[in-house]
């Protein structure tokens, strides 16, 4: 009887029968991809990882939803460029994990027509469309919620309200419509935001 329990002690301990023994779970296989912020300014550049159980992955590809918003190197750096949002992949082997990832506007370069330019009406009277800029930044990312100020630079005419109006939804600047001065021939109306060199309208009063 003894040769039995000793057999069948030994067998248990084995197989992992005894209590003292611990059990450590499967280990993940998830590729965890992280970047320092969900959010980029246009023109900057940021850089992603990759790890597995905590350590970093090797041989590891990447790839963005969209290169014309943010492109990825194949060291995980990224650089945003149009405003918008992406997916970040990053697989290696078998294993793949993403990241969403975001870009706003950087900062304000240019004020830049969008409609308007180059109208002709009776001398003393309206144009049949208001002036239409927008502020753009390095990558001409249209920015929303700056004031651009429209004022007569040559001619005498006037500007109805707003002369002074924010960019939009869009990213558009929309003034009230100019009413040229009584003298024929070229009239100007600039457009400005901030420091920035103005855009000029040039119309023709006949």
Do not use: H
Not at 10 to 33: E, H, M
Not at 56 to 64: E, I, K, L, N, Q
Not at 173 to 190: D, E, F, N
């Amino acid at each position: 009887m003894r040769s039995t329990l000793v057999v069948l002690c030994t067998l248990l301990a084995a197989c992992g029968g005894s209590g003292s023994g611990s059990n450590t779970g499967p280990t993940s296989t998830t590729l965890s991809v992280t970047v320092p912020s969900g959010t980029m300014v246009s023109g900057t550049t940021m850089q992603a990882s990759a790890t597995l159980n905590g350590v970093a992955a090797t041989g590891v590809t990447w790839t963005s939803s969209d290169r014309d918003i943010i492109a990825v190197t194949n060291t995980g750096m990224l650089t945003a460029a149009q405003v918008g949002n992406v997916v970040i992949t990053a697989t290696s082997g078998s294993r793949q994990g993403t990241v969403a990832v975001s870009v706003t506007p950087g900062a304000p370069v240019e004020v830049r027509l969008w409609s308007g330019n180059l109208q002709s009406a009776a001398a003393g009277t309206n144009l049949a469309e208001p002036l239409c800029t927008v502020v753009v930044d390095a990558n001409s990312n249209l920015i929303k919620g700056l004031v651009v100020t429209y004022a007569v630079a040559t001619g005498g005419g006037t500007i109805a309200a707003p002369t002074a109006p924010t960019t939009n939804s869009q990213g558009i600047a929309i003034s009230g419509l100019w009413k040229l001065g009584a003298t024929t021939g070229q009239q100007t109306v600039t457009a400005t935001y901030g420091t920035l060199p103005p855009f000029t309208f040039t119309a023709t009063a006949q």
